[in-house]
């Protein structure tokens, strides 16, 4: 059994590269505050902390894991498909990711950090 996609094999090819796009700004977003902290000399959450995302790991271990959000989110937008900065529906793939991704680690750490109740801190 088959499933018809509109547009076919193209229609298939386009939602793959939305996704991509969409996961490249998800990547680029998690990029952000990792090299951030880690080239200012801070510590930072990271999946290699102990507990993973909870505990801190080094400012090296910090702008080493940026850095590879940074080359998988580029590599995400820039490689795959045509990215067309011009392309409302392109953009909008991308911005979700990063709005998306964005809005997760806000709630998550803002529980480790303090930042969903400002007021307590």
Same mark, same amino acid.
């Given at each position: 059994?088959?499933?018809?996609?509109? %547009?076919?094999?193209?229609?298939?090819?386009?939602?793959?590269?939305?996704?991509?796009?969409?996961? +490249?700004?998800?990547?680029?977003?998690?990029?952000?505050?990792?090299?951030?902290? +880690?080239?200012? %000399?801070? /510590?930072?959450?990271?999946?290699?902390?102990? /507990?993973?995302?909870?505990?801190?790991?080094?400012?090296?271990?910090? *702008?080493?894991?940026?850095?590879?959000?940074?080359? *998988?989110?580029?590599?995400?937008? $820039?490689?795959? +498909?045509?990215?067309? /900065?011009?392309?409302?529906?392109?953009?909008?793939?991308?911005?979700?990711? @990063?709005?998306?991704?964005?809005?997760?680690? @806000?709630?998550?750490?803002?529980?480790?950090? %303090?930042?969903? $109740?400002?007021?307590? @801190?």
């Amino acid at each position: 059994m088959s499933i018809a996609l509109p %547009g076919g094999d193209a229609g298939l090819s386009m939602w793959m590269h939305l996704a991509s796009w969409f996961l +490249g700004g998800a990547f680029l977003t998690n990029a952000v505050p990792h090299w951030v902290n +880690g080239v200012m %000399g801070r /510590p930072f959450q990271s999946p290699f902390a102990d /507990p993973p995302g909870q505990g801190h790991s080094t400012s090296t271990v910090n *702008v080493l894991w940026g850095f590879f959000n940074l080359a *998988v989110g580029y590599v995400l937008v $820039c490689r795959v +498909g045509d990215f067309d /900065p011009r392309s409302t529906v392109d953009v909008v793939a991308l911005g979700l990711g @990063a709005l998306l991704l964005g809005l997760f680690s @806000a709630r998550v750490f803002g529980r480790v950090n %303090g930042g969903n $109740c400002p007021g307590d @801190a």
